[in-house]
């Protein structure tokens, strides 16, 4: 028995003019990390793909046969290979935790460059960028993030047209507190909006003890209402506070 023999895989997926499906792109990168040599054989139209779901009774492609066996889709094949998906599924943090770690070292960057590196502008810079990569994800789907936010914002509930100027609202706040300017109006619409939110998710989650997506990342999220989003609101009313007390000193 020849212990060298090179493993092999068979994968059909989609390769058409107009599509390639990033799903086969991933399962032939996954064998071909897991020391397979990959008989690549591209679907080039509908007409293709519909055959081969028919013949092998499957409803998706790409589909993976190793020793003669189908192994299935991608998801399939992560476990054969017992590889970890980067699939979110269900309940997850990690949108958060993303922005929160890329805004922290933004404002150590910005505090660098501007050779301003105290705690306090450090700070100050943290809480400013991470409201305008928040208000980015906001405003990437405002439909979507409305959808999920009138669900527990009191005054959005009440006045929908508040759910679409929060967005704007938190960042035109956050870049005005990253420049330190017009403080006079970064102040109060930070405070504003970080004070109706606190409200609302402390309503919402620890007295009507609801279970809901927060809409702080953007609408469509698997992100849980709750201590992150009661965070977020209470970091806006202490930031607003800071600065114009930090100014007055």
């Given at each position: ?122 700070i100050e810079l943290f809480v400013a960028t991470s409201m305008a990569v928040l208000a980015v994800m906001k405003l990437r789907d405002l439909f979507s993030f ?104």
């Amino acid at each position: 028995m020849n212990m060298h023999a090179q493993k092999t895989a068979v994968l059909y997926r989609m390769v058409t003019p107009d599509h390639i499906c990033p799903f086969g792109v991933k399962s032939k990168h996954l064998l071909e990390k897991h020391g397979y040599e990959v008989e690549d054989h591209h679907l080039k139209d509908r007409e293709q793909t519909d055959a081969f779901q028919k013949e092998h009774q499957v409803k998706t492609t790409p589909q993976t046969f190793i020793d003669g066996n189908r192994v299935g889709g991608l998801d399939e094949l992560h476990d054969y290979l017992e590889e970890p998906s980067m699939k979110q599924e269900g309940t997850t943090y990690q949108p958060v935790i993303a922005i929160f770690a890329t805004s922290f070292l933004m404002a150590l960057a910005i505090a660098y460059t501007a050779n301003s590196f105290s705690v306090a502008r450090v700070i100050e810079l943290f809480v400013a960028t991470s409201m305008a990569v928040l208000a980015v994800m906001k405003l990437r789907d405002l439909f979507s993030f409305t959808n999920q936010f009138v669900t527990y914002d009191l005054l959005a509930r009440r006045y929908v047209p508040y759910g679409y100027f929060y967005p704007f609202a938190e960042a035109t706040a956050g870049i005005l507190m990253v420049a330190g300017a017009l403080i006079w109006v970064a102040a109060p619409l930070a405070f504003f909006i970080g004070t109706v939110g606190a409200i609302s998710v402390f309503k919402a989650v620890y007295i009507d003890k609801r279970e809901l997506k927060c809409a702080c990342v953007g609408g469509d999220s698997n992100v849980p209402l709750g201590a992150i989003s009661l965070t977020e609101n209470l970091m806006m009313v202490g930031m607003a506070i800071w600065m114009v007390f930090s100014r007055l000193l």
